[in-house]
T-cell receptor, first 112, second 108 residues
Framework: DTAVSQTPKYLVTQMGNDKSIKCEQNLGHDTMYWYKQDSKKFLKIMFSYNNKELIINETVPNRFSPKSPDKAHLNLHINSLELGDSAVYFC???????????FGDGTRLSIL | DAKTTQPTSMDCAEGRAANLPCNHSTISGNEYVYWYRQIHSQGPQYIIHGLKNNETNEMASLIITEDRKSSTLILPHATLRDTAVYYCIVLTGNQFYFGTGTSLTVIP
């Protein structure tokens, strides 16, 4: 049973398109996160939700919009995709904001 | 920004202990030290965390110096599957700032 699952695993699309990445966790955690890992393997937090409320919103372009329909889901919608958005996006969850996080296997986004 | 400094890479012979150092000289009194690892193409995996005391679990041991300015992650008997990038992180304001980590290669 996958604890944190992301779909799709791979996403190849054209510049200017809009796309969404979905994340679901079955651990009963209250907090969920989105991270971006660029080509240099630097992992950086983008957003965090606790009980469906946004608690962390790092300096991320407005084209990125997270949505949390319930505590088990945190989706990431990206408008007007740019070449620089190519990266691996990781979803994670934790029981609370200060506790160990469980990560998904990532979504590899490639912009053509 | 990451508050930790780690060596870029290390090698370890299979079956030997792997000792991964981390400096966090600006750590505050109530900030925890966390260790994660990332095996190629996978999501980061939690290993262990601690505040002041040494900690041990089924994966590793964490040794934190008395002044808390540095710590060492110990994998007691490294296997080839332990080859990964290991991140030492200071939890700051409920945020994990991942640095560049240490790339550990376990050699047969």
């Amino acid at each position: 049973d996958t604890a944190v699952s992301q779909t799709p695993k791979y996403l190849v699309t054209q510049m200017g398109n809009d796309k969404s990445i979905k994340c679901e966790q079955n651990l009963g955690h209250d907090t969920m996160y989105w991270y971006k890992q660029d080509s240099k393997k630097f992992l950086k937090i983008m957003f965090s939700y606790n009980n469906k409320e946004l608690i962390i919103n790092e300096t991320v372009p407005n084209r990125f919009s997270p949505k949390s329909p319930d505590k088990a889901h945190l989706n990431l919608h990206i408008n007007s995709l740019e070449l620089g958005d190519s990266a691996v996006y990781f979803c994670a969850s934790s029981p609370s904001p200060s506790q160990p996080q469980h990560f998904g296997d990532g979504t590899r986004l490639s912009i053509l | 920004d990451a508050k930790t400094t780690q060596p870029t890479s290390m090698d370890c012979a299979e079956g030997r202990a792997a000792n991964l150092p981390c400096n966090h000289s600006t750590i505050s009194g109530n900030e925890y030290v966390y260790w994660y690892r990332q095996i190629h193409s996978q999501g980061p995996q939690y290993i262990i965390h601690g505040l002041k005391n040494n900690e041990t679990n089924e994966m590793a041991s964490l040794i934190i110096t008395e002044d808390r300015k540095s710590s060492t992650l110990i994998l007691p008997h490294a296997t080839l599957r332990d080859t990964a990038v290991y991140y030492c992180i200071v939890l700051t304001g409920n945020q994990f700032y991942f640095g560049t980590g240490t790339s550990l290669t376990v050699i047969p």
